[in-house]
Antibody
Framework: VQLQESGPGLVNPSETLSLTCTVS??????????WNWIRQSPGKGLEWIGY???????SYSPSLKSRVTMSVDTSTNQFSLHLTSVTAADTAVYYC?????????????????????WGQGTLVTVSS | IVLTQSPGTLSLSPGERATLSCRAS???????LAWYQQKPGQAPRLLIY???TRAPGIPDRFSASGSGTGFTLTISRLEPEDFAIYYC?????????FGQGTKLEI
């Protein structure tokens, strides 16, 4: 599977950051994956933003929850991120990432929740 | 849950053994703990999942263990390409959390 982020590389402060992830070589419609957004500010560590499930269920980071919306489009095999009221602190490389929920191991399903496939990342700069 | 990695930076030489720590603020399900390697300009790469299972294609010099609140990633004999930043990650109650990372430098 391959994931590819797309969207504006420059966003004005106070506006909404919108990104789309296109999934190829696989489908977002499988129930064994979560579809995540993770970001990394320059020189900093990884920050989980949230995930969307194939049926539209979501979970967001508590620190970003008030500003984040994610959705999935099974017809186009894409999922998206919207982050409102951005500031310079939202400047980061944004990754779309597939998370494996479970594997079939030894005749049983076991839950693991690891990130196995990452997009290359896209730098979004918040600046006027 | 907070994941605390130590040390922040580890300075070693090729051929040496590296031991990286990830500590959780409370007991966690070890099946939901993973490790990643990130090199400059690249996306992270999965090394270990379920605390101790190597991902496909990961060399056997990488090993990991742990349970409860304490987890360890060990690189038995460092190769030049192993110098990178390492992150632990946990899934708990529908939330993902990363440690702050350990930079492994020459």
């Amino acid at each position: 599977v391959q994931l590819q982020e797309s969207g504006p590389g420059l966003v004005n402060p106070s506006e909404t950051l919108s990104l789309t992830c296109t999934v190829s070589g696989g489908t977002v419609s499988i129930g064994s994956y979560y579809w995540n957004w993770i970001r990394q500010s320059p020189g900093k560590g990884l920050e989980w933003i949230g995930y969307v499930y194939f049926d539209g269920r979501t979970s967001y980071s508590p620190s970003l929850k008030s500003r984040v919306t994610m959705s999935v489009d099974t017809s186009t095999n894409q999922f998206s991120l919207h982050l409102t009221s951005v500031t310079a602190a939202d400047t980061a490389v944004y990754y779309c990432v597939r998370q494996v929920l479970y594997d079939y191991v030894g005749g049983d399903y076991r839950y693991f929740y690891y990130f196995d496939s990452w997009g290359q990342g896209t730098l979004v700069t918040v600046s006027s | 849950i907070v994941l605390t990695q130590s040390p922040g930076t580890l300075s070693l030489s090729p051929g040496e053994r590296a031991t990286l720590s990830c500590r959780a603020s409370r007991n966690v399900d070890s099946s939901h703990l993973a490790w990643y390697q990130q090199k400059p300009g690249q996306a992270p790469r999965l090394l270990i999942y379920s605390s101790s299972t190597r991902a496909p294609g990961i060399p056997d010099r990488f090993s990991a263990s742990g349970s409860g609140t304490g987890f360890t990633l060990t690189i038995s004999r460092l190769e030049p390409e192993d110098f990178a930043i390492y992150y632990c990650q946990l899934f708990d109650t529908s939330v993902n959390t990363f440690g702050q990372g350990t930079k492994l430098e020459i």
